[in-house]
C-alpha cells in the first residue's frame, strides 16, 4: 500500500523535497562537469576518432565560428555529465514517486529502472562502435570527385548527440513494451497481432530520427524490432495486471466469478428499479399512508342525494 503519511503532508512540504531533491541533481552534474572540462579537448578527440580515422589524408575538421573551438568541447562536457549523472537523477526521481506507490509496485519499478539506465548506456555504445564507423565510412566514400570532406566541429557534435539520444532511447522498447502490458493498457496477444505495423513503424521512425541513408536507417530499425521482441518475451515473465482483493492481497478473477458478478449487478440494478417510482408517471400506483387514512375513507363516502331523490346541485341537508 502507498504510505499513509504522505496524505498527512501539505504541498508545501512536497515542494520542498522536491526542491532538495533537484538541488542534489545540479550537484551531481556540477561534480561531474569540473570533471569533464579539464579533459573536453581530449574527450571531444575521443568522440571525432569514429570520423578522424576515415577522412582522407590531408584532410582534417574545421571550425567555422570563432568560439567553436571554445563552444564544442563546452558542450561536450555539459552532456556527458547529464548523461553520467542520469543513474542519481533517476534516483532522485524514484525517491520522490517512490513514497506514493504500492509495494508490488515497488517491486516491479524497481529492476525496470536499472534496467533502463542500463539500456541506455547500451544504447550510446552500439551508436559509437557499430554505427558510426558504418555511417561515416559510408558518408566519406559517395562524395563526388574533389569534393574534401570538412567537418565542423559543431555540426559534427549536434549529430552525434542526435544519434546518442535516438539510439538511447530505442533501446528503452522493452522496457516501455513491459510496462504498457503490466499496466494493463495492451496485452501481448494484441501487440502480436500488431507486429507487422510495429514493423514498419520501426523504420519510418529510423528513417525521421537518423540520416538520410538506408545504413543508419536500417541500423536503429532494426535493433528496435528486436527489443520490442525482447519485451514480449519478458512480459510472459513480468505478467498482465492483476486485481486487488478487499484484504490487500492479489488476484485474478476467472471467467465463472466475471460473469457470476455481472449477474448479481444486474439483478441489484433491476431490483432498484422496481422498487423506484416515477414521480412523474401519472399511472403510478401510490401508496396510502396510514395517517392519511380517515381522510380518504371520507373521500370514498358517496354524496347525499337531493329530497326529490336526484343529485343534481349541491347536496343538500335532510330535513328532519
Not at 502507498?2 to 508545501?12: A, F, G, K, T, V
Not at 507487422?196 to 525521421?208: K, Q
Request: proline letters at 8%.
Amino acid at each position: 500500500m502507498s504510505d499513509p503519511s504522505l496524505n498527512d503532508q501539505p504541498l508545501i512540504a512536497h515542494l520542498i523535497e522536491l526542491r532538495d531533491r533537484l538541488i542534489r541533481i545540479l550537484v551531481v552534474i556540477l561534480i561531474f562537469f569540473i570533471g569533464f572540462i579539464a579533459f573536453a579537448n581530449d574527450l571531444y578527440a575521443y568522440l571525432a576518432e569514429p570520423l578522424q580515422s576515415l577522412l582522407p589524408e590531408g584532410a582534417s575538421m574545421i571550425a567555422t565560428q570563432v568560439a567553436s573551438p571554445f563552444l564544442a568541447p563546452f558542450k561536450l562536457a555539459l552532456y556527458l555529465s547529464v548523461y553520467c549523472g542520469a543513474p542519481m537523477i533517476l534516483y532522485q526521481l524514484w525517491g520522490f514517486i517512490a513514497p506514493g506507490l504500492y509495494a508490488n509496485e515497488k517491486k516491479i519499478a524497481g529492476p525496470l529502472l536499472i534496467s533502463s539506465i542500463f539500456l541506455f548506456y547500451a544504447g550510446m555504445a552500439f551508436a559509437y562502435f557499430v554505427v558510426f564507423p558504418l555511417v561515416f565510412g559510408f558518408f566519406t566514400t559517395v562524395g563526388p570527385t574533389g569534393v574534401t570532406v570538412m567537418t565542423d566541429i559543431d555540426a559534427y557534435l549536434s549529430f552525434v548527440l542526435k544519434l546518442f539520444l535516438a539510439f538511447g532511447l530505442a533501446f528503452e522498447i522493452p522496457v516501455a513494451t513491459m510496462l504498457l502490458i503490466k499496466a494493463g493498457i495492451a496485452s501481448p496477444e494484441s501487440l502480436k497481432e500488431k507486429r507487422p505495423y510495429v514493423f514498419i513503424g520501426c523504420f519510418v521512425v529510423g528513417m525521421l530520427v537518423t540520416p538520410p541513408d538506408m545504413i543508419s536507417q536500417t541500423l536503429l530499425a532494426v535493433p528496435m524490432w528486436l527489443l520490442f521482441e525482447a519485451g514480449l518475451i519478458g512480459a510472459r515473465f513480468l505478467g498482465s495486471k492483476k486485481t486487488e482483493d478487499v484484504d490487500g492481497g492479489e488476484s485474478e478473477p476467472t471467467d465463472s466469478q466475471a460473469v457470476a458478478l455481472i449477474d448479481n449487478e444486474a439483478s441489484d440494478q433491476d431490483n432498484d428499479s422496481s422498487d423506484d417510482i416515477d414521480e412523474f408517471d401519472l399511472y403510478a400506483p401510490v401508496k396510502a399512508d396510514d395517517d392519511d387514512s380517515p381522510i380518504i375513507e371520507e373521500l370514498d363516502k358517496p354524496e347525499p342525494l337531493d329530497t326529490d331523490g336526484t343529485d343534481v346541485g349541491p347536496p343538500k341537508p335532510s330535513q328532519s
